[in-house]
């Protein structure tokens, strides 16, 4: 499903794909800068790993949309030469294949070892370079976000890209005790954008439910007396509100409970926009057969 208010996050997404590739250059001039042998190509390694493995997992994802999944024939369970049953509850049933992962499924299992974003348990104890293991994170959510950023979920691909970003300090400061400055500043950030696309959803929302009220007015105007007192669209306005309040009052009766006059006036606004544009020609009309009275 694509985000809700997915515009809200195109800019933020650009800012933070530019700040991990200037992360990956700092990266690569720390690895040149030590000169050692075994280092020199190791990014690149670890880039096409990454990018080999994204590859795969968005053919199985593909796969997924279309309600499609692929066998894993690398497990052994999977290996079969006739039927096999298993007892479940009492009843024979075929025996389930085990299916490749996706990413989401892959992510969790290497996560597990994590607390927050810091490694624990055998993976930090037993790896000297366990600094690496970061690296590889950091390059598969970073290609992670940019598959589902086309795919249109763009808010879900700018969470990959803060956890790559913050792998990705890892590495280059080889300590995982704390998140860096320019780390939360992106976090902040993208708080902001994603209460911004709320209270635009929220704010989009509440106009569309308003939108019944179109054909409301064009029954009433359709009511007006043939001589009324009123001069001028402001007043033809204002005599209509009260019916149309009375009748959202019937329709939305849980919109005013507690109001204070918000629900009234944001009708007000919709209708000042609608007599402009959607039901200029309705209220024109009257107006004009009024005059002519």
Known sequence: MKDVGANFFDDFYL?????C??????????????????????????????????????????????CQYFVDMTNSDNIRYSQEFINVDGIMVEKPFVYKK???????????????YKLKGLA???????????????????????????????????????????????CISQDDNRESPSFHRLRSGFDKVCRRARSSAGGKNKLA?????????VILLGDIPSHSDWKNKRQLLEYLMPYICNNDKKINPDKWINDTGDREETIRRR????????????IDKVLKNDTNN
């Open 21 to 66: 590739e200037d992360k990956l250059l700092e990266l690569e001039w720390k690895l040149k800068v030590e000169k050692k042998e075994s280092n020199q190509d190791v990014l690149r390694t670890y880039r096409q790993r990454a990018y080999d493995k994204i590859e795969e997992f968005k053919i199985i994802e593909y796969s997924k949309i279309q």
């Open 209 to 217: 439910e308003l939108e019944y009220i179109k054909d409301t007015v």
């Open 102 to 116: 996706t990413y989401a499924e892959y992510r969790i299992e290497i996560r597990g070892e994590m607390d927050g």
């Open 124 to 170: 930090r104890l037993y790896d000297a370079h366990y600094e690496y293991i970061y690296l590889s994170m950091a390059l598969e959510d970073f290609y992670w976000a940019q598959f589902q950023y086309s795919l249109g979920n763009k808010k879900e691909s700018c969470k990959f890209l803060l956890d790559a970003y913050s792998y990705m300090n890892v």
């Open 15 to 19: 800012q933070v794909c530019t700040a």
């Open 271 to 282: 209708l000042n926009k609608w007599s402009t544009g959607d039901l200029k020609v309705e």
